[in-house]
């Protein structure tokens, strides 16, 4: 069963660039979807963006102008860039997959709080 | 973007009693062409990663207890848990993927 795990500072200053990264393991990522979500303290879920394992991508538009997410096949990861962070960044942000691209989460990583501030 | 409301927010349940959830999305989430409502159930429990149990509004994932189910067509959708279970507290969110940007409710917490 494919397992995936976030890795991030976090703590992030603002106006600074945020940097996370998603390990796939147990499990092939090609032909799949791959997600950024995130979690703002007590609050729901938003969709951030995906990156199809080929590297075409998807973003929300409410934070598509500082947005990059990317994908590295060979290490098994993707990952997602967030610029100019803010306070309302802070979140716990998650990864997951996308199994046949419809929009439907089959597997998530347990996520990583962060939090910007200085 | 198609907003998702659930209720209620949080609702205690005795065990083994019915537990209701209910989501209602701003548009219709019924594609016509192939008769399927674009609206999954997931679990959320701290501590372990958010669980796809429901897709196309009342599909059970493999490994999901019978006791979830789901239904409803459209715009309003419900969770239903037949007879709760200590494991099931949790947060439930349901989520539209009929069109992007893919969006969740804003969460209802099952407590016992």
């Known amino acids: 069963q494919v397992q995936l795990q976030e890795s991030g500072p976090g703590l992030v200053e603002p106006s600074e660039t945020l940097s996370l990264t998603c390990t796939v393991s147990?499990?092939?990522?090609?032909?799949?979807?791959w997600n950024w979500i995130r979690q703002p303290p007590g609050r729901g879920l938003e969709w951030i963006a995906y990156?199809?394992?080929?590297?075409?991508?998807?973003?929300n538009p409410t934070l598509k102008s500082r947005l990059t997410i990317s994908v590295d096949t060979s290490k098994n990861q993707f990952s997602l860039t967030l610029r100019s962070v803010t306070a309302a960044d802070t979140a716990v942000y998650l990864c997951?997959?996308?199994?046949f691209g419809w929009g439907l989460f089959d597997s998530w990583g347990p996520g990583t709080l962060i939090t910007v501030s200085s | 973007d198609i907003v998702m409301t659930q209720s209620p927010d949080s609702l205690a349940v005795s065990l083994g009693e019915r537990a209701t959830i209910n989501c209602k999305s701003s548009?219709?989430?019924?594609?016509?062409?192939?008769?399927?409502?674009?609206l999954a159930w997931y679990q959320q429990k701290p501590g372990q990663s958010t669980k796809l149990l429901i897709s196309?509004?009342?599909t059970r994932e493999s490994g999901v207890p019978d006791r979830f189910s789901g239904s409803g067509s459209g715009t309003d959708f419900t969770l239903t848990i037949s007879s709760l279970q200590a494991e099931d507290v949790a947060v439930y969110y349901c989520?539209?993927?009929?069109?992007?940007?893919?969006?969740f409710g804003q969460g209802a917490k099952l407590e016992i």
């Open positions: 989520q539209q993927y009929f069109t992007m940007p893919y969006t």
């Open positions: 147990g499990g092939s990522m090609s032909n799949h979807y």
């Open positions: 990156v199809y394992y080929n590297g075409n991508t998807n973003y």
């Open positions: 548009q219709s989430l019924l594609f016509t062409s192939n008769n399927k409502n674009y």
């Open positions: 196309w509004a009342s």
């Open positions: 997951a997959r996308d199994d």
